[in-house]
């Protein structure tokens, strides 16, 4: 490994002293007893890291293809993140799922709990979550009065969250952690008072949000379009021309919403609609999982069956990658999302559900597809086998570098792939997969209208308002009208939307430069194309922003 290299390598070790909580993310031990600082010095010092590192970038020529790849990717990223720390964006980030102090509460998740010290860093970081939250208070007011803040309506629904995890009744997440390890004697009134004290600090963050920041917050929740351009970009790694995309989402979400009608016709007979074929699926009592535990048991086996026969035939999968463990999230948000292995694999990846507190009963028709978006040959094996890359991908590219379109749009399409490979043959399965798909078509539609407020075409397949302008209200009548989830889920969704512009069109819009790069790949192989051989040297450049992954493989 060369210059580049080198320097991408020291870029995470300095990054790790101010980021504890994302070195236990990526398995980076040392930390596990430390939060991050969340002063507006923390957040400086985190761009200052990055300054320094694309002032370093710029001077030193690539000794080979992998480090021109490295070079690109960092430049892009670090880049983008300077960009959007110097607009106020993210310092001032408030929203229902990757607020700051949501990445504090989820680093106990993936912490250690076997044996005293394991133990005793819980206990330290617990210790600390006053501290850290009284930085985060600065470093929001701070923002607020240069002008950067969130909707209003965000920073309410975080209060209710904090509600929620500090509730006895509800999640009461730490007070839980605390008395559910291991531990005894001083170690375990230390874990006891430090819980009381973070519980506590949450709660009195929730009040802060409510009475103190949400004055200060935006009334409209759209982004408009600076923001949402530096946004998309960030979320795609690629520029892309808002309007025409999101024309594109209504013509694709038509085409996916006909081919559901043909899989209802199989499911319940001819000229039966979308919602009588999801009626019969519900009414299915071999396609219905009482309990959460069973559920996560039928997750974990579906997971294995994948891996299992997927290996050696479309993938090679490296031993350490195929171990994947099926979880339930500690709290109550809603939601799936994984988390990756450690770099030696000591923890494995993870796939995460957080149960909705009402949800006691599982559809598996709706969730084989989630799984292998999750798993394999989705998030787990395109995650795992770039961390296990160590002989041509230095840390940076292994540990820290990810784009949500390269990612979310790589299980998209993983998705479509299983499809076409056979294992959605069943109908109610395919007709999950193709639901889901459409519930990220339409959310092409609603976030880039509803954060650019733009006219509904007249000409609409939907006949959907047309003429008016995109407002909140509208996109949750169009939601509702066109996705077929619990409405406490649906609900989370919306509100994600509104709070975190950009991010989710990345799944459906990753997924179409996804299948673009593989169609200009054909077009330049010819009869020598292999879609093995593509998808592997795909993954073996590990994640990057999109725009450059589509020039590095130009140039494979």
């Not at 320094?52 to 983008?80: C, F, N, Q, Y």
């Not at 160590?390 to 840390?395: G, I, P, S, V």
């Not at 975190?500 to 299948?515: D, F, M, N, T």
């Not at 020598?528 to 140039?555: I, N, Q, T, V, W």
Request: glycine residues 8%.
């Amino acid at each position: 490994m060369g210059q580049i290299d080198d320097l991408a390598n020291r870029y995470v070790a300095e990054w790790a002293p101010l980021n504890p909580t994302g070195a236990t993310f990526i398995g980076e031990p040392g930390y596990d007893d430390q939060l991050d600082d969340l002063s507006p010095e923390g957040f400086e010092a985190q761009a200052e890291l990055a300054r320094r590192t694309v002032a370093g970038l710029d001077v030193i020529e690539p000794e080979s293809e992998a480090e021109h790849v490295a070079k690109d990717a960092m430049l892009e990223r670090l880049g983008l993140d300077l960009t959007r720390y110097e607009a106020g964006d993210i310092a001032s980030e408030i929203n229902v799922i990757s607020s700051a102090v949501h990445g504090l509460r989820m680093a106990f998740d993936l912490m250690p709990v076997q044996g005293e010290q394991a133990l005793a860093n819980i206990a330290a970081r617990l210790g600390g979550f006053p501290r850290a939250l009284e930085q985060y208070k600065r470093t929001l007011l701070d923002q607020a009065a240069k002008g950067n803040v969130s909707a209003r309506n965000q920073m309410l629904e975080v209060a209710a969250q904090c509600e929620a995890w500090t509730d006895p009744a509800r999640d009461n997440f730490f007070n839980n952690l605390a008395g559910n390890l291991d531990a005894s004697g001083a170690l375990q009134a230390t874990l006891t008072r430090n819980a009381a004290a973070a519980t506590a600090a949450t709660a009195d963050f929730g009040q802060f949000l409510r009475t103190e920041l949400a004055p200060y917050g935006r009334e409209k929740e759209a982004a408009g379009p600076e923001r949402y351009a530096r946004a998309s970009q960030y979320f795609l790694g690629a520029r892309i021309d808002q309007e025409e995309t999101y024309a594109w989402g209504f013509a694709e979400l038509a085409r996916l919403e006909a081919e559901m009608r043909k899989v209802a016709a199989e499911i319940a007979g001819p000229g039966a609609t979308v919602d009588q074929a999801v009626e019969a699926l519900a009414a299915d009592p071999a396609r219905r999982i009482p309990g959460k535990e069973a559920f996560r048991d039928w997750m974990q086996a579906t997971a294995d069956k994948a891996i299992s026969e997927l290996n050696g035939t479309h993938f090679d999968i490296p031993p350490a990658v195929r171990t994947v463990e099926a979880c339930l999230a500690p709290t109550s948000d809603g939601g799936i999302y994984y988390t990756s292995p450690s770099e030696d694999f000591s923890r494995p990846g993870r796939m995460w559900w957080a149960v909705p507190e009402n949800q006691t009963e599982f559809s598996t028709w709706r969730e084989t597809s989630t799984v292998y978006h999750e798993g394999a040959p989705g998030h787990h094996l395109q995650i795992g086998q770039t961390i296990y890359r160590a002989d041509t991908l230095n840390r940076w590219q292994r540990l820290l570098c990810w784009c949500s379109g390269h990612g979310e749009g790589w299980a998209l399409y993983a998705e479509r792939l299983m499809d076409d490979l056979g294992y959605l043959a069943d109908p109610g399965d395919r007709l999950g997969m193709l639901d889901g798909q459409a519930l990220r078509a339409t959310r092409v539609i609603v976030d880039i209208g509803m954060h650019l407020e733009l006219e509904i075409p007249r000409d609409n397949p939907f006949g959907f308002h047309p003429g008016s302008r995109w407002t909140p209200e509208l996109g949750w009548e169009f939601l509702r009208q066109h996705c077929r989830m619990q409405q406490d889920v649906l609900r989370f969704e919306w509100k994600r939307y509104l709070g975190w512009p950009g991010q989710a069109p990345s799944y459906k819009v990753g997924e179409r430069i996804w299948l673009q790069a593989r169609e200009d790949a054909r077009a330049r192989k010819g009869a020598e194309f292999d879609l093995k051989a593509f998808h592997r040297a795909a993954l073996d450049l590990g994640s990057l922003g999109l725009d450059p992954l589509r020039k590095a493989l130009e140039r494979l």
